[in-house]
T-cell receptor
């Protein structure tokens, strides 16, 4: 298995631009998580899905952030418009069974907003 | 102004020695715990887990101890190797979510 796949690995953009991060979970996993990691705040859960349905998005910082999971093998995290304080490493993780299984993390996307 | 960031606890050990990394968790309802290892530039990697009906679990070169009375978790690494150098996170789960600690940076001195 290729593990959790994230793209792009690095993204540099200017303030105000839209950013879309992509994730392909491990096949057969039915839970998907988006995290953000910064030196200031450590690893924070943004949102998680069970069976493609968003369960808890209380960690999403504000309306500029949105996440979708149109099918079991793909999810996106979108930031529009982006701001410099959004600069961080964004991780996607997947697990099985629902919610409580071990989470397997992707390699992350390092986002820099200038 | 001066920026304030997380100050990770650090642990330096000599290669071949045993390492003990500690973690205090906050939610007495947490009944599942995981230790993760994160190497520079990579995502967290599962090491070992433990459920609250146990107080000890062993893996390959690693042991996790759980003390629910004082809400404390520890990770013991036997015969620490240079490849063990990384940041180690504990995570607690009171339900369907996981909450991560700030991590401990382990450096193995050859």
């Amino acid at each position: 298995d290729a593990g959790v796949i994230q793209s792009p690995r690095h993204e540099v953009t200017e303030m105000g631009q839209e950013v879309t991060l992509r994730c392909k979970p491990i096949s057969g996993h039915n839970s998907l998580f988006w995290y953000r990691q910064t030196m200031m705040r450590g690893l924070e859960l943004l949102i998680y899905f069970n069976n493609n349905v968003p369960i808890d998005d209380s960690g999403m910082p504000e309306d500029r952030f949105s996440a979708k999971m149109p099918n079991a093998s793909f999810s996106t995290l979108k930031i529009q418009p982006s701001e410099p304080r959004d600069s961080a490493v964004y991780f996607c993780a997947s697990s099985f069974p629902r919610g409580r299984g071990t989470q397997y993390f992707g390699p992350g996307t390092r986002l820099t907003v200038l | 102004g001066e920026s304030v960031g997380l100050h990770l606890p650090t642990l330096s050990v000599q290669e071949g020695d045993n390492s003990i990394i500690n973690c205090a968790y906050s939610n007495s309802a947490s009944d599942y715990f995981i230790w993760y290892k994160q190497e520079s530039g990579k995502g967290p990697q599962f090491i070992i887990d433990i459920r609250s009906n146990m107080d000890k679990r062993q893996g390959q070169r690693v042991t996790v101890l759980l003390n629910k009375t004082v809400k404390h978790l520890s990770l013991q690494i036997a015969a620490t190797q240079p490849g063990d150098s990384a940041v180690y996170f504990c995570a607690e789960s009171p339900g369907n979510q996981f909450y991560f600690g700030t991590g401990t940076s382990l450096t193995v001195i050859p």
